[in-house]
């Protein structure tokens, strides 16, 4: 048990909770990677921000190291790309030294008439941004880390993986599978990298224009928060997971969902 100075110390050093480490959040320039990266940067980390359009990271990285005093640094990168997934690592390496914090938030979840209709090439290009992509980071940077004997890695995932419908089946099937690397490479890369999974719930961020409005109001009735999230709202589980708070805590799926999943 912790002295009361010790505890006392512990709090107080979690105002800036990622002081001196280095974090890689993919799909950082909107939505919930944005939400993550600006925390991150706040949180006293040095942040690697990565799409695939490296004009819109470059402002975010812009715009964030002026507001932070963090380095920040833009990348362009296809996380469906297996072989761009290493050269980004050491890109980012180079640049702002070895990620501690590794953030798998890119995906897709395009839109489809019918099961009957989806395409190979949608099935497809689903599972390698959600699924391939996140396996490649997670093997590179997981055994980068595990060399240093330290890191922590995050997926955010989908409360749909525990809810599939037919209307987003390809995409939540891969966010099953994104779950199931969360709980294999915690047992890889365990004690010293520890691997997490948020579920995350409807956000109102650029996917989410096209739901229908009524629709989402409906089932919103059942939901214990009545509402759709905010993104910024995904930050401080993010910080849990990714902090020194959460030393014990790897191989978990978190949901931040507003309840969705607790809803009849």
Known sequence: MSTVDEAVAAVRATR????????????GSRGLGREIAIAFAAAGADVAVVS?????????????????????TAHAAHVGDW????????????????????VNNAGIAPTYPSLQEVSEELF???????????????????????????????????MGSQRPTAGDL????????????????????????????????????????AWDPAAVERMARDWPSRRVGQPS??????????????GYTTGALLAVDGGRLAAP
């Open 16 to 27: 800036r909770p990622l002081a001196g480490r280095t974090a890689l959040v993919t799909g």
């Open 83 to 102: 072989d761009r997934l290493g050269t980004l690592l050491d890109e980012v390496e180079q640049d702002l030294g070895p990620v501690d914090v590794l």
């Open 124 to 158: 497809d290009k689903v599972f390698a941004v959600n699924v391939k992509g996140p396996f490649r980071l997670l093997a590179v940077a997981g055994a980068r880390m595990a060399a240093r004997d330290g890191g922590v890695m995050l997926n955010i995932s989908s």
């Open 52 to 72: 695939r359009k490296k004009d819109a990271c470059e402002a975010l990285a812009e715009e964030l190291a002026a507001a932070t005093g963090q380095r920040v």
């Open 170 to 209: 390809p995409y939540t099937a891969a966010k099953s599978a994104l779950n199931t690397l969360t709980a294999g490479f915690a047992q890889e890369y365990g004690p010293s990298v520890r691997v997490n999974t948020i579920l995350a719930g409807p956000f109102a961020t650029d996917i989410s224009r």
């Open 233 to 246: 709202e995904i930050a401080g589980a993010a910080l849990y997971l990714c902090g020194p708070d959460a």
